[in-house]
C-alpha cells in the first residue's frame, strides 16, 4: 500500500493497535498526526520521534473545542483513523452508576466530533479521503456484551454512525469504514486473561493491515463496512 506524503491522523495512537497502526503508515509513507491525552501518553508513544510523525498533547477528544484545534492544524488530509476510546466491565448492578456515560464519551463521542472534524477537513481537498473507526465485537454482535453492556452499547453506536456517515459522504469520494475486532493480543489482555488461549487472539499488526488498506488509497471501493477481525476467537 504506497500512502507516500498523505497525511492521515490516528486517535489513539498511543494504544497498542494505535501504535501498530502508525507503524504501518510509517511503512507505506504516511505522514502521521497523533493527538496525544496528555504528557504521559505523549512518552509512552514508541514513534515519537520519528520524522514523519506530528505528535501533539491535545487533551481530551470528547471535547469539540480540543477536537477542533487538533483538525485545524493539518493541511490536506487524505484519511483520519479513530482508536481512541476505553473498556469497563462490570454487570449493570455493580458497575459505577457513570459507566455508561463515561463509555459514550470515550468512545462514541469522540468518535462522533473526530468524524466530523476530518469530514471538514478532507471536504476542503475537494479531493475525497477516508474515515476507519474502530467497533467492537460486542458492537456489533450485542450478546456477546453481557457483563460490559455499557461498552457494548457504546460500541455499537459507533457502529451505526460509521454506517450513517459511509452514506451521507459516499458522493464525495469519502469512504467510512470501522473494524470490529474481538479480544485483541495486548500484554493488558494477556495479563487480564493469563489462562485463555492467546494464541487465537487477532495480533495488533494483522488488524493494523486491515485498518490502513481501508485507509488507503488502495481501498477504491469499500465504504459502510465494519469488518470483524476476530482471529481464530
Keep these: ?98 459507566v ?36 467492537a465485537r460486542p458492537g456489533i454482535e450485542p450478546r456477546a456484551g453481557a457483563g460490559m453492556a455499557a461498552y457494548a452499547a457504546a460500541k455499537a453506536a459507533v457502529a451505526a454512525l460509521t454506517q450513517a456517515l459511509a452514506e451521507e459522504v459516499a458522493g464525495e469520494r469519502i469512504w467510512v469504514n470501522a473494524v470490529a475486532p474481538s479480544i485483541l493480543d495486548t500484554p493488558a489482555n494477556r495479563a487480564a486473561m493469563p489462562d485463555a488461549d492467546h494464541d487465537a487472539w487477532p495480533k495488533t499488526a494483522e488488524v493494523a493491515e486491515t485498518v490502513v488498506f481501508l485507509a488507503s488509497p488502495a481501498n477504491a471501493v469499500t465504504r459502510g463496512a465494519v469488518v470483524p477481525v476476530y482471529g481464530g476467537v
Design 100 to 135: 455508561f456515560r463515561r463509555q459514550v464519551s470515550m468512545n462514541a463521542a469522540t468518535c462522533y466530533l473526530c468524524c466530523r472534524a476530518a469530514i471538514s477537513a478532507i471536504r476542503r481537498t475537494g479531493g475525497g479521503g477516508r474515515i476507519v473507526n474502530v467497533s
Design 1 to 98: 500500500m504506497d500512502m507516500n506524503g498523505t497525511n492521515v491522523v490516528v486517535t489513539g495512537g498511543a494504544g497498542a493497535l494505535g501504535a501498530a497502526v502508525v507503524g504501518r503508515l510509517i511503512e507505506a509513507g504516511a505522514i502521521c498526526h497523533v493527538p496525544a491525552f496528555n504528557d504521559g501518553e505523549a512518552e509512552r508513544f514508541p514513534h515519537a520521534a520519528h520524522e514523519r510523525v506530528r505528535l501533539t498533547v491535545a487533551g481530551d477528544l470528547a471535547e469539540w473545542e480540543t477536537v477542533e484545534r487538533f483538525f485545524s492544524g493539518i493541511d490536506d488530509l487524505w484519511a483520519s483513523i479513530h482508536l481512541a476510546g476505553g473498556f469497563d466491565m462490570g454487570g449493570i448492578a455493580d458497575a459505577p452508576p457513570d
